[in-house]
């Protein structure tokens, strides 16, 4: 019917236009389904000529979960803005009518219609108009929608099934639309296991089998499609490269990045390096060795680390040397080119590192890696890790037909006999007697092409040279990588500036833990005894750690009294990364406090910044200056230390 002369809105209802009037003007008052966490929205599933419902929700989220009403609905037009007189939402000859045209107001409102999907395809044959949805926003009720559906839902094709699906369990089923707020759920919930969020989702929704076909998920694939989706909105994001440069910058950590054509950030502690300095080209030790490990997956990007092996200390069977980690690359892609720009940080930060003499690398059988080291560090020797060369031996065997376990075992005692063998000639020479007399013709060709041209520098008789005593292997730099795991809990989502946070906070972990085992004050990692001489808990460490308890704790409590607020103020909520930058600029000592200025100050790196008090600021904190000096130099007397300390 025509409203009123008003042509191009064209509603056909079961209820009064009276009805439709008093929507229009006060939607509050009108029945309507509410939209809530439990009970989104009563679903029509009957035939029916004209049914209609007005839709209201209070949060944002649940604003688009009309259309999740278990039918295949497809837009049909795009969305048309509208403007009624005011007076024709009443009977001509009403007094609201009169009075409507006096005061010569008008609604507005937008209107959207939608056709129904029988089949798959684009084609016109796959739509129907025979059932219709139309939805009506008005201006003045944002939150509120009237959705009328007309004609009859016979025609609906209860087997159309969605048209990307492919598999059975999926074309033999109907196909219905999951509600936009479940979706969201899913995606606020990124962290999550897949399977619990399903779980719970389909727990809350009750026992309804029509609630539980839209209002819950399809099944766990679907979470894991949006947990996917709304990790990758923040996925190395411009926001997340701005936070890692600045907790870079902070933290000392990184060295060098780039953003185009690939994202890399390459990070490494300045006193890490030292530490590894310190071992290069000396006479007394082992050779030290360097580990890449293949990549680490953090889910939005990759870590690989280069570590090695502090030789300072006793490599004992029960209890090993420590693995250091000396820089870590984070990066988008897994190409070559990323891990030599790795490589070419650590070359430029650690010149000598290029021609070391006490240097070997072990590494797996990622090539990437592998051509990186060639290219970068083509003078420092390289050995493949046994064990992953054991792997690729054992799998070759299997494709040639030999899989039983005693046969298997043959070939590996063989292996590891030709590593320990007393030089290069006499490996050669067994090398050539079991091709002749005991392997099978392809596995000789196989282990000639693809093993034997790394043996010359995985044997134990090439080891020696380094005052290496057993074969290599990247078990070290997987221990290594197994902190990561701890250290960052969650399998995806952690940011980049989180990772170059967490990583930092690692490594100053691990220089402490070294220095207090040179010191022997803790630790279980053994000091060689030649060197214990030059590590002793000297007067110098005692003056340092000399520290007047009373005098300190007594000027902690003036300085809370002097900087405490005098008024109400609003409480800020840290973020994580943001609390641990702030963390790291206390514990180093890089802010400090100049009353008499009435600002900040902070150091990063060489260059200093000044934070002024404001207006505002003052009367917040509203200081006691007197108060504030006095606790600063009752912590000054505290902390100086006894004796002459190097700082």
């Given amino acids: 019917m025509t409203i009123y002369g008003i042509s191009c809105w064209m509603i056909v209802t079961k209820g009064t236009q009276d009805d439709l009037g008093e929507y229009w003007l006060m939607p509050h008052k009108f029945s309507y389904q509410t939209m809530a966490s439990t009970c989104h929205f009563s679903y029509v599933l009957m035939a029916t000529t004209c049914t209609k419902f007005i839709v209201s929700w209070d949060e944002d989220k649940f604003q688009d979960d009309w259309k999740g009403d278990g039918y295949a609905f497809r837009q049909q037009m795009k969305i048309t803005e509208h403007t009624l007189p005011r007076k024709f939402l009443f009977p001509k ?4 009518y009169l009075k409507a045209d006096t005061e010569n107001r008008t609604v507005s409102f937008s209107r959207v219609n939608y056709k129904l999907r029988i089949n798959c395809g684009e084609v016109s044959e796959s739509f129907t108009t025979k059932f219709i949805k139309k939805a009506f926003r008005h201006h003045d009720y944002p939150n509120h929608v009237l ?43 990124k962290e999550d296991q897949p399977a619990e969020v399903y779980g719970d989702i389909i727990e809350n929704v009750g026992q309804n089998m029509k609630k539980q076909a839209v209002q819950a998920l399809r099944d766990i694939k679907q979470i894991k499609n949006a947990q996917s989706a709304a990790r990758k909105v923040s996925k190395m994001s411009q926001d997340a490269q701005y936070n890692a440069y600045e907790v870079g910058i902070e933290t000392g950590f990184m060295r060098k990045f780039e953003l185009f054509p690939e994202i890399n950030f390459a990070c490494m502690h300045f006193d890490m390096a030292d530490e590894f300095l310190r071992l290069l080209n000396r006479t007394d030790l082992p050779a030290v060795i360097m580990e890449v490990d293949t990549t680490f997956d953090m889910g939005n990007f990759y870590v690989t680390w280069v570590t090695f092996r502090h030789v300072e200390f006793e490599d004992l069977p029960d209890n090993p040397m420590p693995t250091m980690g000396l820089a870590c690359l984070i990066y988008s892609r897994k190409t070559q080119s990323c891990h030599e720009y790795l490589l070419n ?41 046994h064990i992953h060369v054991w792997k690729n031996i054992k799998k070759k065997l299997k494709d040639l037909g030999i899989s039983q376990k005693s046969e298997v075992a043959k070939y590996r005692k063989q292996f590891y006999e030709l590593l320990h063998l007393e030089s290069y000639q006499a490996y050669c020479a067994t090398k050539n007697t079991l091709q002749q007399h005991v392997w099978i013709k392809e596995f000789s060709v196989y282990f000639e092409q693809h093993i034997h041209p790394d043996m010359k520098d995985m044997g134990v008789w090439a080891l020696a040279l380094y005052g290496v005593k057993n074969i290599l292997s990247t078990n070290r730099a997987e221990s290594f990588n197994s902190l990561l795991k701890r250290r960052f809990q969650k399998k995806r989502g952690y940011g980049e500036d989180e990772i170059i946070a967490g990583s930092s906070e690692i490594v100053r972990r691990r220089l402490a833990r070294v220095r207090r085992a040179k010191l022997a004050v803790g630790e279980s990692w053994l000091l060689r005894e030649h060197l214990q001489q030059f590590y002793p808990l000297g007067a110098d460490e005692e003056a340092i750690l000399d520290l007047d308890i009373d005098l300190l704790q007594q000027g902690k409590d003036l300085l809370e009294v002097a900087t405490a607020p005098k008024g109400t103020s609003k409480k800020y909520e840290l973020s994580t990364t943001v609390l641990q930058r702030a963390q790291l600029v206390i514990l180093e000592n890089r802010i400090s406090l100049v009353p008499q200025q009435k600002c900040f100050t902070s150091t990063n790196g060489e260059k200093q910044q000044f934070y002024p008090l404001g207006a505002d600021e003052e009367a917040i904190l509203d200081l006691d200056i007197d108060l504030l000096q006095q606790g600063k130099d009752l912590l000054e007397v505290a902390t100086a230390p006894k004796g002459t300390s190097k700082k």
């Fill in 147 to 189: 959705v009328i559906y007309e004609g009859d839902e016979r025609v609906i094709n209860p087997q159309y099934s969605h048209g990307n699906a492919k598999r059975r369990e999926k074309i033999e089923k109907p196909f219905y639309k999951t509600t936009p707020s479940v979706l969201k759920t899913a995606k606020e919930r």
């Fill in 345 to 385: 940080m650590i070359k430029d930060e650690i010149p000598a590192l290029a021609t070391a003499k006490n240097v070997k690398f072990c590494t797996d059988e990622e090539r990437a890696i592998v051509n990186a080291i060639h290219k970068v560090f083509p003078d420092l020797p390289h050995a493949r890790c």
């Fill in 93 to 96: 000859d009403s007094d609201d």
